[in-house]
């Protein structure tokens, strides 16, 4: 069974800085494309980036809301996709989630149950 | 970057109704269109992909269509556990989602 779980989301000051893990199982991790999603308290779903898997490159993309301040990196070999986000902004609260690519698609076909953030003083 | 254009963001409908939700995307995207289901406090689900390609699982009474830009989601009869939101999603180039429609019963 496909499993996806979010980790280290936290109550953190403006400016700080946070890492979100995402630990996936039932799959093969290194043969799939991994994206992280936000959901601000009330709001829509937001696409963040992702992260292709090797065989295809292992390029990764990023919303430009978010360029320059996120990185996405991956661990094949611990089955974890991460997600460093910097100079946090009360904008950024919302629920994070790390969804698995299907094939070459990158539509979310397998979701974690999300991880908080919240950004205030 | 692709927009995407979802409407209506909330649409009030009754068990047994026959409810379409659009999607125009700012280029096109040719079919790479996904719908998801999300309800309170839930992480979203998949209910189909390549604009009408539904999930194993998902009822028939849901049904995708279009191409382009254009795109509809349509539910033929209403149950009540159709009242979600939903969203749209190009996936044709990086990703881009929809504002999202909230289901709401009448």
């Known amino acids: 069974e496909v499993q996806l779980v979010e980790s280290g989301g936290d109550l953190v000051q403006p400016g700080r800085s946070l890492r979100l893990s995402c630990t996936a199982s039932g799959f093969t991790f290194g043969d799939f494309g991994m994206n992280w999603v936000r959901q601000a308290p009330g709001k829509g779903l937001e696409w963040l980036g992702f992260t292709r898997d090797k065989a295809s490159g292992g390029a990764i993309e990023y919303a430009a809301s978010v360029k320059g301040r996120f990185t996405i990196s991956r661990d094949d070999s611990k089955s974890v996709a991460y997600l460093q986000m910097n100079s946090l902004r009360t904008e950024d609260t919302a629920v994070y989630y790390c969804t698995r690519w299907t094939g070459g698609f990158s539509y979310g076909s397998y979701w974690g149950q999300g991880t908080l953030v919240t950004v205030s003083s | ?106």
């Open chain 2, 1 to 106: 970057d692709i927009q995407m254009t979802q409407s209506p963001s909330t649409l009030s409908a009754s068990v047994g109704d026959r409810v379409t939700i659009t999607c125009r995307a700012s280029h096109i995207i040719f079919t790479r269109l996904a719908w998801y289901q999300q309800k309170p406090g839930k992480a979203p689900q998949l209910l189909m992909s390549e604009v009408f390609n539904l999930e194993r699982g998902v009822p028939s009474r849901f049904s995708g269509s279009g191409s382009g830009t254009e795109f509809t989601l349509t539910i033929s009869s209403l149950q009540p556990d159709d009242f979600a939101s939903y969203y749209c999603q190009q996936y044709h180039s990086d990703n881009t989602f929809g504002q999202g429609t909230k289901l709401e019963i009448k």
